[in-house]
């Protein structure tokens, strides 16, 4: 079992990316050492200037970053990756939704089989295939051109300027 006294550790020093290990200069207890900054399996940091760290081993040659000074309050066996400068996060609920979220209030929601994306703007490049309903509210358009979006004619239409006017079927647009 290690012995941990608990020495919190200030960072003091860029990473030195060269290294094979995670290697960094911080300050415990007044003294200057280099240490080895770990984090758990699959994950990767690299703790900025006067991040607050745990030593974990007797020798304090081992530490762990912290955010605990931007600590977030999660329901109990809820996991959150939260990024402690932009303050972007991924929060992994009990519910199994799982939703990101940036700064600026952008969010992406997966819950029971549906996504839902909370954002000012949204791009998709590249093809787009739907395989269901599509269901638009507010005005739709193709391209860079304001022409709305015919719908097909029958018999009873109202046709004006190429425009279906009245009848069936409207314009999809309007």
């Known amino acids: 079992m290690i012995k941990n006294d608990g020495a919190w550790v200030k960072t003091t020093n860029k990473m030195d990316d060269t ?17 080895l900054l ?18 974990i081993d007797s020798q304090k040659r081992i530490a762990i970053a912290t955010s605990a000074i931007d600590r977030i309050t999660v329901d109990s066996g809820e996991v959150i990756y939260f990024h402690p400068i932009t303050k972007t996060r991924i929060h992994m609920k009990n519910s199994g939704d799982v939703t990101i979220e940036d700064e600026a209030g952008t969010k992406l929601t997966l819950s029971n089989g549906k996504v839902t994306i909370l954002a000012s703007e949204i791009k998709l490049d590249g093809d787009v295939e739907i395989t269901g309903d599509l269901n638009v509210s507010g005005k739709s358009k193709l391209g ?18 190429g425009l279906i006017t009245g009848g069936s079927t409207n314009n999809i647009a309007d």
């Not at 770990?38 to 030593?55: Q, R, S, V």
Request: proline share 8%.
């Open 144 to 161: 860079a051109s304001a022409t709305p979006i015919q719908g097909i004619a029958r018999i009873g239409d109202t046709v004006s300027g």
């Open 19 to 35: 290294n094979l290990l995670p290697v960094q200069q911080g300050s415990a207890i007044g003294n200057l050492n280099n240490w």
């Open 38 to 55: 770990m984090a758990p399996y699959g994950m990767h940091y690299n703790a900025p200037i006067d991040t607050l760290c745990m030593a």
